[in-house]
Structures are given as structure tokens and as C-alpha cells.
């Protein structure tokens, strides 16, 4: 992507996520680097994906941050709600598709030559590598696009969460792996929203296999997934802890795991599911899911996952 676009448009995102107050410090400095990478590629494409998501996320996150602050609390105690994003959350949902933008830049440079070039058709010398990249790219952020949206805005939908491996449990809102109609909507326009906006700047070529209208459905097909993948991971991967005095979901600050006992306890038996200790009893336990990763992780494995499925998608259609 050109300097004269790319440099502007980074200093006009850190400053509206400094002002108001989307990433913390280190969150910007990471984004920041995020987007200097996303600029190396020779197509506008990932950059302006980049910046649509995180346009997409900030604004779900504000969407009524005081209701949902009501919904669930922090591990600290007070009102819950999504903070500024840190660092992490950043390379969580950005991660992949750095790697395959400096992977392009590995094999193919930062040169324009490329850019003018059709999309999903045959290269002279046979080489599907960059299309492919790109796919993996766009399929990354159909699927954080669509994650973020159905968990900003699906927690206030009217209809109480259901488990997405037992839709006969109702869970409280906020638990991982508790999926609404609502949100699973909000995720849909997410990914549709990525596809639409990798269809401007992509040129089909003639004797391609897709169109537009198919890219449009692969894209949002793949983002939907993603979202409904990511709760499955949640609600197997990633432990849901609840407060049994308010009832509600206990959220980590930047997505981190949440403590189910006080740091000055010492160690003791764990007893059943709920994880209680013997001498002072912690009042959060474990509602559902296993204790093996946190958020952040959960959110860059799907994003891996459904980036490689991008890519598997595409090599199978051009083949």
C-alpha cells in the first residue's frame, strides 16, 4: 500500500483510539506496528481490512457499554463491561494475518506489480501462493470481525444465552460458549461487512471459478462459522466463572484468565467442579468449560483455524 495513504490513515486511527480511549498505551504501540505491517503488502486490501474491523469493534463496543456493564462484573469487583483493548487483544485478533502479510513480503516483496493483477485465475508461471494469502487474510478478518460483533451485541440481545453444546441450558449472559439469535445476526452482518469491503478492491479474473457474489458468500459463510467455532472453543477450552452472590459472569481485564481464589490463599484440595477451597471459600467457581485457555488464546486459535480454512477454500476452488 502507498506511504502517502497508509501514514495518515494510522495517524488518524491512533488518534481516535487515544482520544477515546479504545487501546491502551501499549495497545496503540502494538497496533500501530500491526497496521505499518499490514501496509507492506503490496494490495490496499489487509490494510483496509484492519481498519475496518477495528472502526467495526470500537463502535459495537460503546453500543450501550452501560447496560452491558450491568450484565456481567470485572474481576476487580466492579461493573463489567469491555475496557480499553490491550495489547494482547490486538494480536490476538491481528496475529495471523500479520504473518501471512510479512509472508508475502518474504516471497514477493512490497512491489505494486501485483496489485494490478486479477484475482482467483490461472498465473502465467502457476503460482497461487498470493491469492492464497490474501484469501487467508480476508477469511481472518470475516471471522474476528463477526466474533466481535456477536459478543458486543449479542449480549444484549432480549433472549437469554443458551450453551452452544447443550441449546437446552440457559446460561447467564457473558458465559463463553453461550450463543442468541441476536448475536449469531450481529455476527452475520459482521463477516458481510469484510466481505463487502474485500469485494472493492478485488478484480476477478476472467476465467476465475468465483465472482464476486460467491467470494461475498464464501466470506461471510467463513466469518459466521468462525463465530460459531469460537463459541465451541469457549465452551470447551475456556472456563465461564461466576460470582454465586450476584449471579454473574466474572470478566477478566483484557480477556485474561479469572482467579477463582484469592492470591494470598494457599494452595488446597479442589473439590468438585465448582473448585472450592477448604478454610476461606472463594465466592466464584467455575459455571462451565475447562480451565485451559483464556480468551485471548481462544481468539487467536479460531482466527488461525478459520485463516488456514480460507486458504484450504481457495486452493480447492482454483485447483
Not at 493483477?117 to 470481525?145: Q, S, T, W
Not at 450463543?179 to 452482518?189: E, Y
Not at 484468565?257 to 478454610?279: D, E, I, M, N
Not at 467455575?286 to 483455524?305: E, K, P, R, T, V
Amino acid at each position: 500500500m502507498r506511504p502517502v495513504i497508509a501514514i495518515p490513515l494510522t495517524l488518524l486511527l491512533v488518534i481516535r483510539a487515544y482520544t477515546r480511549r479504545s487501546l491502551t498505551p501499549l495497545g496503540i504501540l502494538c497496533a500501530t506496528l500491526t497496521a505499518t505491517t499490514h501496509a507492506l503488502h503490496p494490495s490496499a486490501l489487509p490494510f483496509t481490512l484492519l481498519c475496518v474491523f477495528f472502526l467495526l469493534g470500537t463502535t459495537a463496543t460503546k453500543v450501550k457499554h452501560d447496560v452491558k456493564a450491568t450484565l456481567t462484573m470485572s474481576s476487580s469487583g466492579s461493573s463489567g463491561g469491555e475496557g480499553p483493548r490491550t495489547s494482547i487483544q490486538v494480536l490476538a485478533n491481528s496475529g495471523c494475518a500479520s504473518l501471512l502479510c510479512l509472508l508475502h513480503v518474504w516471497l514477493y516483496g512490497t512491489g505494486v506489480s501485483q496489485e494490478g493483477e486479477c484475482f482467483g485465475g490461472r498465473r502465467a508461471n502457476n503460482d497461487m501462493v498470493p491469492d492464497l494469502l490474501l484469501m487467508g487474510i480476508m477469511a481472518n478478518y470475516a471471522a474476528v470481525a463477526a466474533d466481535t460483533l456477536s459478543s458486543e451485541l449479542g449480549i444484549l440481545s432480549k433472549s437469554q444465552p443458551v450453551f452452544i453444546t447443550n441449546p437446552l441450558r440457559v446460561v447467564p449472559r457473558g458465559t463463553n460458549g453461550g450463543v442468541t439469535v441476536g448475536g449469531l445476526l450481529a455476527g452475520v452482518a459482521g463477516s458481510a461487512a469484510i466481505a463487502a469491503t474485500s469485494l472493492v478492491f478485488l478484480r476477478f479474473c476472467a476465467a476465475s471459478p468465483t465472482n464476486a457474489l460467491g467470494m461475498f458468500l464464501l466470506l461471510t459463510g467463513l466469518g459466521t462459522i468462525g463465530t460459531l467455532l469460537d463459541s465451541l472453543l469457549g465452551a470447551t477450552l475456556q472456563a465461564s466463572v461466576i460470582d454465586r452472590r450476584s449471579g454473574k459472569i466474572v470478566e477478566g481485564p483484557g480477556g485474561v484468565k479469572v482467579l477463582t481464589r484469592p492470591k494470598s490463599t494457599a494452595p488446597a484440595q479442589l473439590q468438585g467442579h465448582g473448585r472450592r477451597f477448604s478454610g476461606e471459600e472463594s465466592s466464584r467457581v467455575i459455571n462451565s468449560g475447562n480451565d485451559i485457555l483464556d480468551n485471548n488464546q481462544i481468539n487467536l486459535l479460531m482466527a488461525s483455524i478459520m485463516s488456514m480454512s480460507g486458504m484450504v477454500a481457495g486452493s480447492l476452488l482454483w485447483r
